[in-house]
């Protein structure tokens, strides 16, 4: 179906790797991981992992006391993102109010240490006392969505993704089609997440997470390796401002890149197991809307959580859609897994690479699994290649999947 051209005017991110483009731009072109070992998470009984990726340079003083009271961490780095994409894009604070600007946002959880804190307290007094009535704000699921809603004035419509590892994807899917069908004109778009250790807990608990290297950091996550034990959990947020074509190019703005193609489905199978084929039917539906062919595809920038299922079930999906021959590699692998943020930071490291010309290769990816489909992968140095349209990938708990092409404008 035709319909507005969508494209990329703005971007803010803060991630283990950098919090600009210009710092995760060299970080990927430099091989430089956020993977750090967690000793403050000595004290947890039974969590078997040590490591995470953290973000740094992100604190609560940098905001207005009056504007974040119902703001936990996660939504605090959402905002932190969003002025920075608003502020990259040109937009006025008036703007963001007259109804044609609207927001999708998402993360897996709202503020978990937040709720942490209101545990605490009902469930170790047993009573409510002290409690604040801000409190539940902090932590409900669409915590990002709401607060930067009101904290920007936005009147348009609001869309809540609270999907897990697609948060932000989805999130970015739902605006260019927002744009595309003529219901908005301009759309904030990310995701954001924390860091918790109870975020690494339920994946140790799947026996899901990075445990063999916890003394060397450097060496985990390794998505398609044969040696891989599990991924990474980080935190981090994304936010993009979708724009219309015609409105960007009246204006003057800068474009980044344009949203050539979404997809999403669901498996409908099983809520933890993923299927080839519920992946590879989002990408396909992605291709089609975007009215291209796998050969018009120079980089992949896969999910490759480095989960032993997930590398072989998307290698297979990616083989059976892409091809072998497009260069392939997980960005998972230098910022860990940022579940509801991992998306739309994704989608600027794809940015990164349309502007600067670079492939960023799989980190330790030493030995692929020889279970994992032939792929074109990209180890060792990252490759100086100039590349036109990207598709990024990604897929999340209950059989979501979610495939955007991004291209040059």
Request: aromatic residues 6%.
């Amino acid at each position: 179906m035709n319909g507005e051209r969508v494209v990329i005017t703005g971007l803010g991110l803060c991630s283990p790797i950098g919090n600009s483009l210009d710092e995760v731009s060299k970080a990927l072109q430099e091989l430089r991981h956020g993977i750090a070992v967690m000793p403050e998470w000595g004290h947890i009984g039974q969590l078997a992992t040590r490591l995470a990726a953290p973000v740094h340079g992100v604190e609560k003083s940098a905001f207005p006391r009056k504007k974040i009271r119902t703001m936990g961490r996660v939504a605090l780095l959402s905002a932190w993102a969003s002025d920075r994409a608003i502020a990259d894009a040109g937009l006025s604070a008036d703007e963001l109010t007259r109804g044609h600007v609207g927001l999708a946002y998402g993360s897996t959880h709202g503020s978990t240490s937040e709720l942490e804190e209101f545990a605490k307290q009902v469930f170790g007094t047993t009573s409510l006392a002290g409690l604040e009535s801000s409190s539940y704000l902090t932590f409900m699921s669409h915590t990002c969505a709401a607060n930067l809603a009101m904290y920007y004035g936005i009147t348009g419509r609001i869309i809540t993704t609270c999907s897990a590892c697609v948060s932000s994807s989805q999130a970015i899917g739902y605006g260019y089609e927002a744009i595309k069908h003529g219901q908005q004109e301009v759309m904030v778009c990310g995701g954001a997440e924390e860091l918790h250790f109870t975020h690494a807990g339920v994946f140790d608990i799947m026996y899901a997470t990075s445990t063999k290297y916890n003394d060397r950091p450097e060496l985990s996550p390794r998505p398609y390796d044969a040696q891989r034990d599990g991924l990474v959990v980080g935190e981090g947020a994304a936010t993009l401002i979708l724009e219309s074509y015609s409105r960007a190019k009246a204006r003057g703005a800068h474009v980044y890149a344009e949203v050539l193609g979404y997809g999403t489905n669901c498996d409908g199978q099983h809520i933890t197991r993923p299927s080839w084929e519920g992946m590879a039917g989002a990408m396909r539906l992605a291709l089609q809307d975007a009215r291209l062919d796998k050969d018009d595809i120079g980089y992949i920038n896969a999910h490759g959580t480095a989960t032993e299922l997930g590398d072989i079930a998307e290698s297979q999906a990616t083989l059976a859609v892409l091809g072998d021959k497009t260069p392939v590699s997980s960005t998972k692998s230098y910022t860990g897994h940022t579940l509801g943020a991992c998306g739309g930071i994704e989608a600027i490291f794809c940015l990164a690479a349309l502007r600067e010309g670079f492939l960023p290769p799989t980190r330790n990816l030493d030995e692929v699994d020889s279970r994992c489909a032939p792929l074109n992968y990209l180890r060792g140095a990252c490759e100086q290649r100039r590349v036109d349209k990207i598709v990024s990938n990604n897929f999340a708990f209950g059989g979501i999947n979610t495939s955007l092409v991004l291209g040059r404008a």
